[in-house]
């Protein structure tokens, strides 16, 4: 190994680098493809929502020729949200990205108004009751109007608890089909 | 004393807070009357901790000194400890916890709602992230001291004393000091006068509709939390949840 000091890199040199292995850097195909990766990785605590329809990836771009995501944390204290960043960073490696960067971002606080119409439809059909109404609109000490049965479709329900298995869900139960059942929480 | 500038100063109070109680609430993991109240319990406590790291994090960054947001929680001894007196205290039984928790709640929710809209962009980011959080925290905990005061007999005796026990600590969220008092003018935070109007509102209403009655205003405590003067249940707490990395030094998961 040459001793002493290594030159600095070449802005050519540094582009070079941080292009995937076909070589191209930052092309907006690239862009979108990394997008499509992306709607494989699933939700490790609820798998059948991928990041992007969940609303947690807010931009994919390129910068100092790396792929870099920013993503959201859904709440403060998600505790899946490094496992979610290693997921994403191992999927983008796997399809030939080359060291892409995450970076978390708090603001606009991540809200369940963006988690996508198939995302909501996933989680129903999940056994997952999606969120109702919108988050904007939820004053302090009103609850959810008709949070519908994700079996049977009756909203003849009652909340059991307000915080469930993990941060994002409360607890119900159908009193037609008596199934319980997660909520995914308004906020 | 006050060792930093009034921000990272402030910055510790928020932190602090929110450590103390999310671990107080962690007591009550394998212990809870039921299963649903001991998910919302850790829901609540895992929220707090999120919160704790942003906060602490920033803190991080304004102090420089080398230290990173976990050295801060678990490498700094009582006296370094910034929290309200009231998040300290034992949890005792569930009116004991309950009535604590909706006190820290109320005031916890009006000092976000201020700080969404704080001359200072970051932490009125993380404050807009925290405050959507403790909207529901408040929500449970005024819903349960509800119940629990118009319950039955026994739970109103134990909401009846557990208001004996717990209003006294507070005290510090009834009042600011120069510190705040900066800040507010400043545009940072709001003034600590308006905060404790709108704490006792909300305290006095939830109360009324629970059957208690709001004390007269606690009187001063020679104790502050804001100084690091705390009772002496902090320590204990401090030597548990520190006890491994004090143990093996920079010990990672
Ligand atoms: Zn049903």
Same mark, same amino acid.
């Given at each position: 190994?040459?001793s002493?000091?290594l030159? !600095?890199?070449?802005?050519? @040199?540094?582009?070079?680098?941080g292009? =995937?292995?076909?070589?191209? &850097? %930052?092309?907006?195909?690239? *862009?979108?493809?990394?997008w499509?990766?992306?709607?494989?990785?699933?939700?490790?605590?609820? !798998?059948?929502?991928?990041? @992007?329809?969940?609303?947690i990836?807010? =931009?994919?771009?390129?910068? &100092? %020729?790396?792929l870099?995501? *920013?993503?959201?944390p859904?709440?403060s204290?998600?505790?899946?949200?490094?496992?979610?960043?290693?997921?994403?960073?191992?999927?983008?490696?796997?399809?030939?990205?080359?060291?892409?960067?995450?970076?978390q971002?708090?603001?606009?606080?991540?809200?369940?108004?963006?988690?996508?119409?198939?995302?909501?439809?996933?989680?129903?059909?999940?056994?997952?009751a999606?969120?109702?109404?919108?988050?904007?609109?939820?004053?302090?000490l009103?609850?959810a109007?008709?949070?519908?049965?994700?079996?049977?479709?009756?909203?003849?329900?009652?909340?059991?608890?307000?915080?469930?298995?993990?941060?994002?869900?409360?607890?119900?139960?159908c009193?037609?089909?008596?199934?319980?059942?997660?909520?995914f929480?308004?906020? | 004393?006050?060792?930093?500038?009034?921000?990272?100063?402030?910055l510790?109070?928020?932190?602090?807070?929110?450590?103390v109680?999310?671990?107080?609430?962690?007591?009550?993991?394998?212990?809870?009357?039921?299963?649903?109240?001991?998910?919302?319990?850790?829901?609540?406590?895992?929220?707090?901790?999120g919160?704790?790291?942003?906060w602490?994090?920033f803190?991080?960054?304004?102090?420089?000194?080398?230290?990173?947001?976990?050295?801060?929680?678990?490498?700094?001894d009582?006296?370094a400890?910034?929290?309200?007196?009231?998040?300290?205290?034992?949890?005792?039984?569930?009116?004991?916890t309950?009535?604590k928790?909706?006190?820290?709640?109320?005031?916890?929710?009006?000092?976000?709602?201020?700080?969404?809209?704080?001359?200072?962009?970051?932490?009125?980011?993380?404050?807009?992230?925290?405050?959507k959080?403790?909207?529901?925290?408040l929500r449970?905990?005024s819903d349960?001291?509800?119940?629990?005061?118009?319950?039955?007999?026994?739970?109103?005796d134990?909401?009846?004393?557990?208001?004996?026990?717990?209003?006294?600590?507070?005290v510090?969220?009834?009042?600011?000091?120069?510190?705040?008092?900066?800040?507010?003018?400043?545009?940072?935070?709001?003034?600590?006068?308006?905060?404790?109007?709108?704490?006792?509102?909300?305290?006095?209403?939830?109360?009324?509709?629970?059957?208690?009655?709001?004390?007269?205003?606690?009187?001063?405590?020679?104790?502050?939390?804001?100084?690091?003067?705390?009772?002496?249940?902090?320590?204990v707490?401090?030597?548990?949840?520190?006890?491994?990395?004090?143990?093996y030094?920079d010990a990672?998961?």
């Amino acid at each position: 190994m040459p001793s002493g000091e290594l030159p !600095p890199l070449s802005a050519a @040199v540094i582009e070079l680098i941080g292009s =995937d292995r076909q070589g191209r &850097a %930052g092309s907006p195909e690239d *862009i979108e493809r990394a997008w499509s990766v992306l709607a494989d990785v699933m939700d490790p605590e609820v !798998p059948v929502i991928n990041v @992007v329809d969940l609303g947690i990836v807010r =931009d994919v771009r390129w910068s &100092a %020729g790396h792929l870099q995501v *920013i993503v959201t944390p859904t709440y403060s204290g998600c505790p899946a949200t490094e496992f979610i960043e290693t997921l994403i960073e191992e999927a983008l490696t796997t399809a030939g990205f080359h060291q892409p960067v995450l970076k978390q971002q708090l603001d606009p606080a991540w809200t369940t108004d963006w988690i996508t119409a198939a995302g909501r439809e996933n989680l129903r059909a999940y056994g997952v009751a999606p969120p109702v109404g919108s988050a904007n609109k939820l004053s302090l000490l009103a609850t959810a109007s008709e949070i519908a049965c994700p079996q049977c479709g009756s909203v003849h329900t009652e909340r059991v608890s307000e915080f469930g298995s993990t941060a994002c869900k409360a607890l119900y139960r159908c009193l037609d089909c008596l199934e319980p059942f997660d909520y995914f929480k308004c906020i | 004393m006050n060792q930093y500038d009034d921000l990272s100063e402030y910055l510790l109070r928020l932190g602090d807070s929110a450590v103390v109680q999310g671990q107080r609430l962690c007591e009550w993991c394998g212990r809870a009357p039921a299963l649903e109240e001991e998910m919302a319990l850790m829901n609540v406590g895992l929220d707090l901790f999120g919160q704790a790291r942003n906060w602490l994090e920033f803190t991080a960054e304004r102090l420089d000194d080398g230290r990173s947001a976990d050295q801060l929680a678990f490498c700094r001894d009582e006296r370094a400890y910034r929290n309200l007196l009231l998040v300290e205290q034992p949890n005792g039984d569930f009116a004991v916890t309950m009535l604590k928790q909706f006190f820290y709640d109320a005031w916890h929710y009006h000092v976000l709602t201020a700080l969404k809209a704080s001359s200072d962009k970051r932490v009125a980011t993380i404050a807009a992230k925290a405050l959507k959080e403790v909207t529901y925290h408040l929500r449970r905990s005024s819903d349960w001291v509800q119940r629990l005061g118009d319950g039955t007999e026994e739970s109103h005796d134990r909401m009846v004393k557990a208001l004996d026990v717990v209003w006294r600590f507070t005290v510090e969220l009834m009042a600011g000091d120069e510190v705040e008092n900066r800040l507010a003018a400043a545009g940072v935070i709001a003034a600590p006068e308006l905060i404790a109007e709108q704490w006792l509102a909300t305290v006095s209403q939830v109360l009324e509709q629970a059957t208690l009655t709001v004390p007269p205003a606690a009187p001063s405590f020679y104790l502050s939390g804001r100084e690091g003067m705390h009772t002496e249940c902090l320590g204990v707490l401090l030597a548990e949840m520190q006890s491994l990395q004090r143990a093996y030094p920079d010990a990672v998961w």
